[in-house]
T-cell receptor, first 113, second 114 residues
C-alpha cells in the first residue's frame, strides 16, 4: 500500500529536551525519505533527507535514522526550542513509477516552557 | 522562503463551479508537483509535471487537471467542485525528474467549497 504512518499523533516535550518523532513506512521499494516541518498556515518545509543506502544522517540539531529491516524512520531534534513547535511529516519516494512523495498523517510537536 | 509562490492564497467556491490555482516554481526547477492536503492529514499527491508533460498521477479523478508552461510555472484546474475538494492545495518544485532532489513547497492555496 501507500501508507507512511506515524506511531504517535502528538508529542509534548519540555523546552531544552530532545525530541524523537517516529515513522513507519510500508513500501520496501522506497529509496528516499524526507522529513518535513509544517507550521500553521504554511507549506511543508524541508528539514532533512536520507537515502536508502544510509542508516543515519545529521544536520543542524536534527538527526534522521533509517532502519530498513523494520521499515522505520525517526527524526531526532536536539535541545528542542519553542520554534520547533509544528507538525512533522515523514515522506517517502521511490525511483520506480511516478515521482511522488507519499506522506504520513503527521505528528504535532508541542514544546512546554 | 522556498521561492515557490502560489495564488490565490484563499478561495471560496460553490459546489459545481470550476477553479484554477497557480504556482510559480523556484528558479531553475523544471518539475512541479501538486498535492492536496485535507485538514489534519498529510499531503496527497495529485500529479506532477516535467517539461510541460504530466509525469505521474495519483488517485484523483479526471476533473483534476493541470498544465505546465514553458517557464515551468503550473496551473491546477478542478472542474465540478465537490464539498470534499475543500483543502489546502500545495505545489512543490524540484530540479530533477528521477533523482533524489528534494521538493520545495509553496505556502499553498486554501480552497473552501460551499
Amino acid at each position: 500500500g501507500e501508507n507512511v504512518g506515524l506511531h504517535l499523533p502528538t508529542l509534548s516535550v519540555q523546552e531544552g529536551d530532545n525530541s524523537i518523532i517516529n515513522c513507519a513506512y510500508s513500501n520496501s521499494a522506497s529509496d528516499y525519505f524526507i522529513w518535513y516541518k509544517q507550521e500553521s498556515g504554511k507549506g511543508p518545509q524541508f528539514i532533512i533527507d536520507i537515502r536508502s543506502n544510509m542508516d543515519k544522517r545529521q544536520g543542524q540539531r536534527v538527526t534522521v535514522l533509517l532502519n530498513k529491516t523494520v521499515k522505520h524512520l525517526s527524526l531526532q531534534i536536539a535541545a528542542t526550542q519553542p520554534g520547533d513547535s509544528a507538525v512533522y511529516f515523514c515522506a517517502e519516494k521511490s525511483l520506480q513509477g511516478a515521482q511522488k512523495l507519499v506522506f504520513g498523517q503527521g505528528t504535532r510537536l508541542t514544546i512546554n516552557p | 522562503e522556498t521561492g515557490v509562490t502560489q495564488s490565490p492564497t484563499h478561495l471560496i467556491k460553490t459546489r459545481g463551479q470550476q477553479v484554477t490555482l497557480r504556482c510559480s516554481s523556484q528558479s531553475g526547477h523544471n518539475t512541479v508537483s501538486w498535492y492536496q492536503q485535507a485538514l489534519g492529514q498529510g499531503p496527497q499527491f495529485i500529479f506532477q509535471y516535467y517539461r510541460e508533460e504530466e509525469n505521474g498521477r495519483g488517485n484523483f479523478p479526471p476533473r483534476f487537471s493541470g498544465l505546465q508552461f514553458p517557464n515551468y510555472s503550473s496551473e491546477l484546474n478542478v472542474n465540478a467542485l465537490e464539498l470534499d475538494d475543500s483543502a489546502l492545495y500545495l505545489c512543490a518544485s524540484s530540479s530533477n525528474k528521477r533523482t533524489f532532489g528534494e521538493q520545495y513547497f509553496g505556502p499553498g492555496t486554501r480552497l473552501t467549497v460551499t
